[in-house]
């Protein structure tokens, strides 16, 4: 069950753009939410509240070819939806496919851009004067079980490694990380951290 009709309507929005698209490429996988690997790796922290796996929709444009003072990116537009009701978010952003190896099959593909959640910004305060022991616990036990990022919206760094199966087909083990940076938001700033692999389609002739 999903918290907010919002990122489950746009989610939809991204069906329905990826297929009216007549260019570009639509994407599609499932990742592991809120892993910890890469915050214990960093000793920043990684407290893995939430669960379940967050299923991934979107579509890229064909590389911006004209765009070359930013090294000719493609534009994304994703929606993730948590299978467990947890945070689930929307973005879009640029990204780069850079192709490697003596075939050129394998390529690394960074990303960077924009999301909104519909997880918890603030989560609510347990000290407020007045609440019942009942309340307390329920808000305590929040703090264990949901992310408290700080903003509804956030940075949406991202990085994949891939290989072109076909001239259409691609498949991706990828990484997304969502977080406020102490800029979009103040104070709280857990963040997210996903993993998981997709599979990109060609659209077009």
């Known amino acids: ?15 329905a753009l990826a297929g009216s698209a007549s260019a570009g490429e639509i994407y599609g996988g499932a990742y592991a939410h809120d892993v910890t690997f890469l915050g214990e790796a960093l000793g920043i922290g990684a407290a893995g509240r939430e669960g379940g796996a967050d299923i991934e929709l979107g579509w890229r444009s064909d590389k911006k070819e004209n765009w070359d003072f930013l090294r000719h ?3 994304y537009v994703m929606a993730a939806v ?60 929040m703090r264990d079980d949901h992310i408290e990022f700080g903003s509804k919206f956030l940075f949406q760094p991202n990085i994949a490694l891939g290989y072109d199966l076909s001239e259409r087909t691609s498949i991706e ?15 709280k700033n857990q963040g997210l951290d996903d993993l998981g692999l997709r599979v990109s389609y060609k659209l077009g002739n």
């Open 1 to 15: 069950m999903i918290k907010s009709g919002f990122v489950g309507a746009l989610a939809l929005g991204v069906v």
């Open 73 to 75: 990116p493609s534009v």
């Open 82 to 141: 948590n299978t467990q009701g947890d945070s689930s978010h929307i973005a879009t952003g640029l990204t780069w496919k850079v192709n490697f190896g003596e075939t050129k099959k394998w390529f690394v593909r960074p990303g960077f851009g924009l999301a909104y959640t519909d997880g918890y910004d603030e989560l609510p305060d347990f000290r407020t004067p007045g609440l019942s022991q009942e309340e307390i616990a329920r808000r305590v036990a």
């Open 173 to 187: 083990l990828a990484y997304i990380h969502l977080s406020n940076g102490q800029i979009l938001g103040q104070g």
